[in-house]
């Protein structure tokens, strides 16, 4: 009988090159991703193995980066596309190019790729980052989105969550004190 501390926990079997292939292929199925993302994940289940199975380290970690290569060099892996996708997503959710360049930073992209992905925002709108705001301040309800009755009460609150969405203070402030969400479209360009 298992221990009561190891009852239900799986741990599953030693990782081998077949099955961290395999894996990779799985990950790249469900999940859009960079190659330093992959190789994260990748060197996660490698240590994972090493510490619970005794497998080989060194040989699980050559293994990742000779994979995430092989994977890059066949195009599979590309994080210029990667990049300018997740950029794409993420402004038409509302996100400024602070919040943006954070996320594929988060994610390994490097500076070249991202500084390329916020670059291609500028196809989208002739003001990336005021059709951003826009699109935030929909989604969350706040100014001129928000219920007229009570919108002089939350003001500086809104202005605060766009702030914190990294969205600039001038901006912001164009965003909230709008007049109504026509005269927000409007001046965003989206008509």
Not at 70 to 90: K, Q, T
Not at 115 to 127: H, I, K, M, S, Y
Not at 159 to 168: T, V
């Amino acid at each position: 009988m298992k221990a009561p501390h190891q009852r239900g926990r799986r741990t599953g079997r030693p990782l081998d090159l077949e099955d961290l292939e395999a894996r990779a292929v799985d990950y790249l199925a469900r999940y859009a991703s960079s190659a330093a993302n992959l190789r994260r994940v990748l060197r996660n289940k490698v240590e994972r193995s090493a510490r619970l199975h005794g497998t080989d380290r060194e040989a699980g970690l050559a293994a990742v980066d000779a994979l995430v290569e092989r994977l890059a060099g066949s195009g599979v892996l590309d994080d210029r596309r990667f990049a300018e996708a997740r950029a794409r997503s993420l402004f038409q959710r509302g996100g400024s190019r602070r919040a943006i360049a954070g996320k594929l930073a988060s994610k390994g992209v490097g500076t070249e790729d991202t500084v390329a992905a916020l670059d291609g925002l500028a196809e989208l709108a002739a003001d990336p980052e005021l059709e951003a705001a826009c699109a935030f301040a929909k989604r969350r309800r706040l100014g001129p989105f928000r219920d007229p009755a009570t919108r002089a009460a939350w003001r500086d609150k809104d202005l605060a969550a766009l702030g914190r969405a990294g969205f600039s203070y001038n901006l912001a402030r164009r965003v909230v004190d709008a007049v109504d969400p026509d005269a927000l479209a409007d001046e965003a360009g989206e008509r």
